[in-house]
């Protein structure tokens, strides 16, 4: 699968394990920077990787920042892209078997190295369902972007 990855400096130590872990996966990682622990704005990196998906450059992305919240709040400016925190197993599937999610965003204050990568494993293995009450609760979500 073709992976777009990006951080701020807060998630800059976590992405850079990261990319190199899907790279060994046998993933396509495409690293969006930051490429330093640096202090840089979170918005930036987010809506690469969120670009990255909607120019089919990228299958899925993933945004890592201190929380994980400021990544997902932009990432999800952009119209297409639905993007979501998981510090769960649970959700990591759930948001893409129901929401189709296409942005993973995570946070490096909030979870260690073992548990992203679990969570990145389920959720580049989860598929949408396409179940009717999913597909029109989305055509919802893509009325309300206008």
Same mark, same amino acid.
């Given at each position: 699968m073709r992976i777009a990855v990006g951080s701020d400096h807060a998630g800059y130590t976590l992405k850079e394990h990261l990319a190199?872990? #899907?790279a060994e996966s046998g993933h396509a990682v495409y690293d969006l920077g930051t490429h330093t622990s640096d202090p840089v704005d979170y918005? !930036?990196?987010a809506a690469s990787v969120a670009q990255a998906v909607l !120019? $089919? *450059?990228a299958d899925r992305g993933i945004v890592v920042c201190g929380s994980g919240a400021g990544a997902a709040v932009a990432a999800n400016k952009l119209r $297409?892209? *639905? %993007?979501a925190v998981a510090h769960d197993v649970y959700t990591a599937h759930q948001m893409v078997e129901h929401d189709d999610v296409n942005v #993973?965003? &995570?946070g490096s204050r909030v979870i260690? +190295?073992? &548990? %992203?990568?679990?969570l990145i494993e389920t959720f580049l293995e989860a598929t949408f369902s396409r179940e009717d /009450?999913? +597909?029109r609760r989305l055509d919802k979500i /893509? %009325? &309300?972007e206008g």
């Open positions: 190199s872990w #899907l918005p !930036d990196y !120019d $089919g *450059r $297409g892209i *639905r %993007a #993973l965003c &995570l260690g +190295v073992a &548990l %992203a990568e679990d /009450r999913h +597909v /893509r %009325a &309300l």
